[in-house]
């Protein structure tokens, strides 16, 4: 019941108005960024991210601050699958099977509010599971050894391009820039590598100016390269008239999307999409003939709703415990914790209890506000889609200068961030994901420094890497994540295409 | 190295100078103006931010500035950026403190700062220290120093050590110089593994993956308390205060070990004297209030002060005395 202790202590944290202001803060520009066609959660972390260091947050703060953007990202995304068949991003794209024909049907309101109250249950489940979990795995993470943390460095790795990666090839490119990105700076022993005397290049690529500027700075540029473009026109959303039947029905559909989801979280590499997709196809198992599955079913909302948001609380978990994130936003919300001064692990659970629990905490209160904000409050997402972009542009380009120069005060990393802007332009234009880039960079120089350390402890006898059952295990696991997705893969892919290529010409 | 133990260090000056504050109506002609910087060479949240933050408020209880001191954090080349940028771009500015600690003085005794050295700022004053511990689980084998220290004379391979700074920092160096005091032969062959920080070493060592932990002691409370760490010595002249007193101190076990890690500033090279004056007695009042006391309490800093001269004489034999060291076990030629 130690773990009820600390959670209470977390709310204490979580509550106190001005976190209780930055989480709702949060929730609400998160809502807004997971609308947004285009913007993932990674990138409005990653835009966001800025603000938090312009504004001199405290870490606790700072942390509440941005998981709250990353749980409003998740339910956000939502609103554009609903009203536009445009999933906000790839995560929310199952919701557009069902809830665009209802939103035809004129149940536009109806859609949002069912997938809000699934979101809703998808994370409260998700958040208890990662209560539960969290600890625990913390514990057990004192087993890690070097030559553990060397194979599940190697596991994230492996299942990097994940049973939803397009091109494999492409992954393997991008992680490999991320790794080489990594090298620069004074390594473990004290040689200088790619700094070419440079004294701001000595301790290496700082995670956060990469972040910023592969996300944002070239989130910003696609903006000015479609001369940023009008607002989507204005729509309009029926009256809501939802009932307590309507919502029991869906209950069951979102607590298994919940679980599931949760768990595929937990998983490295799998993430938020797999949730979506396996709460929807388990749902279309379950209800079998009785539904009709997408042509608007209620339960075809919920399902992938509620797995999205199970999945992204789920995410947390490896993230917290090991340091190893289990999604591109986690890989983010690592960054921002290194960058605090936090290392995830077992120690943080203890040495910086507060900021742990106050941030799951966070994430609870966060719910709440989030379904407040979701379901009275929707209407306003869907007047801010009408937006032009241009309106945003200056405001994340103010944001993202003023952060990154409060972080170190020198220009230097401004020309840095901005010269990571192209690169991650140019990336986005031959279609390299940014993700891997990113995990590359963050978990390079941890990979390294555990296998020279577990060189170190054996003397530099090899066989240490894979001396003990868990490390045996990992590297098993890591096998499996590097072969499997070329057998399951374009199986999975071809049943995620089909029904959306049926239902909805055109998406995204 | 040697260091005063700072409660036998009370100046007379503190008084005056305290009077000279509040009514500056004295012969001294430097009062800060406006806006005092402080530069803490390192992201948020880290020991620098620390000592900038929790002195700059100490310093506005003690009306010691006008107004607020802000502190700027400027990471990079573990405080070589900022400290090129003091000596470059700020090398008059007398409303600019620079957070420093031993993990300054070693990258300058290893040539870490390219180009730059010690004698290019004025080292203002230290105002108190963390002391270095050596640790071992508490299921550990290991019973004492000497312990340690005999199976290092036989192989010095035979235990490994875990620290929170690169290879060559701080951490790794305290192993060193208690190797030294106990005539352990072939330095270089110690085993030191670098961790991002000491809480880091500390669950790896806890873990029963690494012999030992070589740290600072606030860095190890947390498992001391919890009776998974078993401190062997403390690298202190004498005992810590408190609690702490039960620890042993190298030098009872016969081995002449000291690693304090001190906590202090430096500022700007071409300050006029008045300026320096007025900085270096600041420290001293600091030192002596309740407000710091208060802090040093909270956060497990243990005494150690010194200013103005004495510090800069302090700062150039540590210097010296790690360079040497570095030499001696190759880290450096």
Known sequence: ?508 | MTLKPSLKYVTLLALPLAAAATFSSTAAAFEPEGKVECIAPSDPGGGWDFTCRSVGNVMQELDLVPGNVQTINMAGAGGGVAYAHTVSKRASDDHLLVAASTATTTRLAQGQFPGLTADQVNWVGALGADYGIIAVADDSEIEDLNDLMDSLKEDPRSVKFAGGSAKGGWDHLKVLIAAQAADVENLPRIAYLSYNNGGEALTQVIGGHVDAFTGDITEAQGFMESGDLRVLAVLSEERLPGDLSDIPTAREQGIDALGPNWRGFYMPADISEEAETYWTDAMDTIYQSEEWKNVMKQNGLMPFHMTAGEFEDFVHNQIDDIEQLSKDIGLIQ
């Open chain 1, 1 to 508: 019941m130690e773990t009820l202790g600390y959670l209470m202590d977390g709310f204490g944290v979580a509550l106190q108005p001005h976190n209780l202001m930055f989480a709702l803060l949060g929730a609400f520009l998160g809502t807004l960024i997971g609308a947004l066609p285009g913007l993932g959660p990674a990138n409005g972390v990653a835009i966001l991210i800025p603000l938090a260091f312009s504004l001199g947050l405290a870490p606790e703060t700072a942390l509440i601050m941005l998981t709250s953007v990353y749980a409003g990202a998740m339910y956000g995304g939502r609103i554009s699958s609903i009203l536009l068949n445009i999933p906000g991003d790839e995560p929310a794209m199952m919701t557009c099977l069902d809830g665009y024909p209802m939103a035809q049907k004129g149940k536009a309101a109806e859609a949002l509010a069912i997938s809000a109250i699934a979101s809703f249950i998808g994370s409260l489940v998700a958040t208890v599971g990662l209560i539960l979990l969290a600890p625990l795995l913390a514990k057990f993470a004192l087993t890690f050894g070097p030559a553990e943390y060397f194979a599940l460095f190697l596991l994230a790795f492996a299942t990097l391009g994940g049973i939803t990666g397009k091109n494999p090839i492409k992954t393997v490119v991008a992680a490999c820039i991320g790794l080489m990105i990594a090298t620069v700076g004074i390594d473990n022993t004290g040689v200088q590598r790619y700094t070419f005397g440079v004294l701001e290049l000595f301790e290496g690529v700082d995670f956060i100016i990469a972040i910023v500027g592969l996300f944002a700075i070239s989130e910003l540029m696609f903006f000015i390269e479609e001369r940023a473009g009008g607002g989507k026109e204005k729509m309009k959303v029926n009256k809501l008239t939802l009932t307590w039947r309507e919502i029991r029905e869906i209950l069951p559909s979102s607590l298994r999307g919940g679980v599931l989801g949760f768990i595929a979280g937990v998983l490295p590499g799998a993430g938020a999409s797999l949730g979506s997709f396996i709460g929807y196809t388990l749902e279309k198992k379950v209800v079998g003939k009785k539904g009709y599955f997408g042509k608007g079913d209620p339960r075809g909302v919920a399902g992938p709703e509620a797995g999205n948001n199970g999945a992204s609380s789920g995410a947390l978990v490896p993230m917290l415990t090991l340091g190893v994130p289990g999604s591109g936003t986690t890989a983010v919300l690592l960054a921002l914790l290194i960058s605090l001064n936090i290392t995830p692990g077992p120690l943080m659970f203890t040495q910086n209890a507060d900021i742990v629990w106050g941030v799951i905490a966070a994430l609870l209160i966060g719910n709440f506000l989030l379904l407040i904000l979701n379901i009275p409050l929707v209407g306003i997402f869907v007047k801010l889609l009408s937006v032009p972009p241009m309106f945003l542009l200056p405001i994340v380009t103010m944001i993202a200068f003023v952060g990154i120069y409060s972080i170190s005060n020198t220009t230097f990393d401004l020309y840095f961030m901005v010269a990571f802007g192209v690169g991650g332009y140019i990336l986005r234009k031959l279609e390299i994901p940014l993700v891997p880039v990113i995990l590359g960079l963050l978990l390079g120089p941890e990979m390294e420094k555990n296998l020279r350390h577990a060189m170190d402890i054996s003397d530099g006898d090899w066989m240490i890497l894979w001396d003990s059952g868990l490390a045996i295990g990992l590297w098993v696991f890591a096998g499996l994540g590097l072969i499997l997705p070329y057998i399951i893969g374009p199986l999975l892919r071809r049943r995620m295409q089909n029904p959306i290529e049926e239902g909805t010409p055109g998406s995204d």
